[in-house]
Every structure is written in C-alpha cells, then in structure tokens.
Nanobody, 122 residues
C-alpha cells in the first residue's frame, strides 16, 4: 500500500508564492508520473502540472510561466512551486501518482493525496 501526504497549502495574497509538497510512502513500489490537480468551487478537478520519472513536465496553460513542478526521485516527493498567484488559483490541490509494484507485473495503480487548500486573496 502507498500513501501520499501533501503539505504547503495556505492563505496568500495575490502576487504571492506558495510551495506544495507531496511525499509517497510505502514499500516496494516505483513511481512513474506524479502530478498536481486542483478543484475550485463549482469546478471539476483538472490537471495543473505533471512530471514523469525522467523529469519531463507539462503544465496547464493557465499556470505556464508561474508554476514549476519538480520531483526528488530518491525521496519519492513531488513539489509545486507557485509564483505570481492569482485569486483564480484558489482551489483544493491534489497530488496524484501512477505507481507500480513488483507484483502483479505491468499493472499501474493510481493514488491520490487527501488534498491541500490554497486560497489566494485579492
């Protein structure tokens, strides 16, 4: 079993910065892609940014140039540096990881964190 634990959310003024972290814990697993999603009030959950094991990243258009995703493979941790925050970035941010175990081989499992609230005031 794997657990994803997020941290770093909070309240910040527009133009400010926050850094989110998500650490995966457990045993005998490997992580392919890790990503951040968000769900604002009345909205569906959508991709913010994702990064694969090789470090290749992709971003939602709305955050390009402001957010940076990175990961520490040795620590099974993914980060989201959020700069120039806007009120429309207010949402619950969720971490997702695509994980494989030795058995059964070739099967990928999807895990989600519990979510962390980010609130940006104007």
């Amino acid at each position: 079993q794997v657990q994803l634990v997020e941290s770093g959310g909070g309240l910040v003024k527009a133009g400010g910065s926050l850094r989110l972290s998500c650490a995966a814990s457990g045993s005998s697993f490997s992580i392919n892609t890790m990503g951040w999603y968000r769900q604002g009030p009345g909205n569906q959950r959508g991709l913010v940014a994702a990064i694969n094991a090789a470090g290749s990243a992709n971003y939602a258009d709305s955050v390009k140039g402001r957010f940076t995703i990175s990961r520490d493979n040795a620590q099974n941790t993914v980060y989201l540096q959020m700069n120039s925050l806007k009120p429309e970035d207010t949402a619950v941010y969720y971490c997702k990881a695509l994980i494989r175990f030795p058995q059964p081989p070739g099967v990928t499992y999807q895990y989600w964190g519990q979510g962390t609230q980010v609130t940006v005031s104007s």
